[in-house]
């Protein structure tokens, strides 16, 4: 027989089902609200008031989806790599972000793990991955997954999971999972029905929020930290990505991110590798990444979107919606977020109509992941344009080099690298039919407010859309992409010989620019990043500093007199001074 628990503090009667047979659960004495019982090993869930039974809320498998029963896993079963994994800290590392069921044509962890020497000759240290909890369907984002304890099965569930880390770690990379604790998808939610998972005191953009303060959320917190836990424990994963922490609403004295930074330390102390929190926030608040005895929040890093808009905007002149304040002097906007982080910090917000956040620790850089792409910022376009696709390859090349040469942790999208054609769209898979033309209607109703005809919007039920996400792996091989991908190879590589390229104090970089002339200096010690973005001729750039070698070039520049460099249109160069 096999013990079997759950928490359902408001049941009266609770039951495991398992082959269609239902067995009494009785309470736990010193666990209010816990159940417990025994009964065969097999594929269960649980009997609520002798309602159908439902999938487990800390199911580790759901081999027949979300709406299935669930399967226990034995995690000490799964044979690693002789090789032990001592893990790798993120400062000074970089970070590819890829989404498993659009990095390859299969879709899977194994075709993913094929292509992991592709990242190792990139040069990148650690492999984002998309959230993989199950959601409806075979294909979708990932952020609106459900059994938050679980892997998507389609992806090739929690042994493919297992099988994809070990990989990487053979290799030498680490692996970051973004997980999702602010919400739960519209389908295949069946936490309501267990307790108080979520409360209507909050709201947010999906709904009543996550039960963090009200009764019955010192449960909900254990439930979402032991799930941080088993993929930091059960799966080895290294770090993880916490998805739109601004709307983790916490009104207790200990904020649920505090809670879970402790609990991820001692995880660490204890086996001894360096385990890691990266937020998304768009509070612009440095205490998101304060350390704890600093009266912080005490994460590791957080995504900064700030410095992805203003080099958006400086690269594509793109100046609508939340784009209006950087576009307004782009190159000054890109300047302050090298040097100070934040471009909001404190300043009035446009786009929000009020002011919005605080100066950013200038010797912290390093707890900020700078981006040019991001899944983020071209799925949510209406059609899911990438950069490649709004600029010139010469711009590409600028934009990664300020990005790869910057005082942050730099994050690349995966096939950024070569200037990938491919979109990346919004897809889904629901199989309620109701919610999937909701969907579809709502995504065309975005769109519409920014003049987008709907048959012009990509279905997002649509098989069409997700073919259209995956990458072409022959891009890789051929012009101009190959030397876009040497390009990259190069910068990454710059960074591990060149110690002022992987400086994260942000008062000791400098920059100085003219945009009315379109050039940009990033001073980095005896070294500068210098871009030419305007004009059709070539244009002299002062260097401050005698001209001594070129490190990185591409498009063309010679060296002229009283220190200046003559850069050709849309180049960027990497140069050492005197």
């Keep these: 027989m096999t013990s079997y628990q759950v928490w359902a503090p408001d049941a009266v009667v609770v039951e495991v089902e398992v082959g269609a047979i239902p067995y009494l659960m009785t309470r736990i004495p010193d666990r209010p609200g816990w159940w417990e ?28 989806g979300p709406d299935g029963l669930s399967r226990k896993v034995d995690h000490a079963a799964f044979h690693w790599s002789d090789t032990p994994w001592h893990g790798r800290p993120l400062p000074g590392s970089v970070v590819y972000e890829l989404h498993i069921g659009t990095f390859t044509p299969d879709g899977t962890f194994d ?21 993989v909890c199950p959601f409806p369907g075979r294909y979708g984002w990932g952020y609106d997954g459900v059994s938050l304890w679980a892997v998507h099965e389609p992806y090739g569930g929690p042994e493919g999971l297992k099988r994809f880390v070990d990989a990487a770690h053979r290799r030498g990379l680490g692996v ?29 953009p999906w709904g009543s ?56 330390r001692k995880l660490a102390d204890a086996t001894g590798r360096p385990l890691f929190l990266i937020g998304e926030s768009d509070l612009n608040n440095p205490r998101t990444t304060t350390p704890r005895q ?20 400086l690269l594509t002149g793109e100046s609508q919606a939340y784009y209006g304040d950087f576009g307004a002097d782009p190159y000054a906007a890109v300047a302050k977020t090298l040097t100070r982080g ?100 709502g995504r065309r109703r975005e769109f519409a407010e920014y003049g987008w005809k709907a048959e012009e919007v990509p279905d997002p039920q649509a098989r069409s859309t997700v073919l259209a996400s995956v990458l072409d792996w022959t891009e890789p091989q051929r012009r101009p992409h190959a030397e876009l991908l040497d390009w990259y190879r190069q910068l990454i590589r710059l960074r591990r010989t060149v110690p002022e390229l992987t400086d994260a104090d942000l008062s000791a970089v400098r920059v100085t620019h003219d945009a009315e002339q379109g050039w940009l200096a990033v001073h980095r010690g005896p070294y500068r990043v210098i871009v030419h973005l305007g004009g059709q001729t070539p244009l002299a750039v ?3 500093a005698p001209y001594r070698a070129t490190l990185a070039l591409h498009g063309d520049c010679w060296p002229g007199t009283d220190d200046h460099l003559y850069l050709a249109p849309d180049t960027t160069v990497i140069v050492q001074t005197a």
């Design 176 to 204: 970051i999972l973004d997980v999702v604790h602010n919400h739960l998808g519209p389908s295949g939610n069946y936490l309501p029905a267990f307790g108080p998972y979520f409360t209507d005191r909050h709201h947010t």
């Design 542 to 544: 002062p260097l401050d």
């Design 209 to 264: 929020a996550v039960n963090l303060d009200t009764p019955g959320s010192d449960e909900v917190r254990a439930y979402l930290i032991g799930s941080a836990l088993a993929w930091l424990r059960d799966y080895q994963i290294d770090g993880l990505r916490l998805d739109a922490v601004h709307e983790l609403v916490d009104n207790r004295a200990l904020h649920f991110l505090e809670e879970l930074a402790v609990e991820v």
């Design 111 to 131: 075709a993913a793990a094929q292509r992991l020497d592709h990242l190792v000759d990139l040069g990148v240290d650690f492999v984002e991955l998309l959230p």
């Design 294 to 313: 600093a009266g912080g929040l005490g994460l590791d890093a957080q995504w900064s979107d700030d410095f992805h808009h203003a080099l958006h905007a």
């Design 342 to 441: 934040f471009f909001h910090d404190g300043t009035w917000s446009t786009f929000r109509g009020r002011h919005h956040g605080r100066p950013f620790p200038a010797e912290y850089g390093h707890r900020l992941l700078g981006y040019l792409q991001t899944h983020d910022q071209i799925g949510n376009r209406a059609t899911g344009e990438r950069l490649s696709a709004l600029t010139t390859p010469g711009r590409l090349a600028a934009g990664a080099a300020l990005v790869l040469t910057s005082p942050f942790t730099p994050m690349l999208f995966m096939g950024e690298e070569w200037g990938a054609s491919t979109p990346w769209q919004f897809f889904t898979d629901h199989t309620d039919p109701g919610l999937a033309e909701a969907v579809r209607q």
């Design 37 to 64: 019982g025994e009964a065969p090993e097999g594929d269960y869930g649980f009997r609520l008031g002798g309602r159908p039974a439902l999938p487990d809320p800390r199911s580790a498998h759901q081999p027949h």
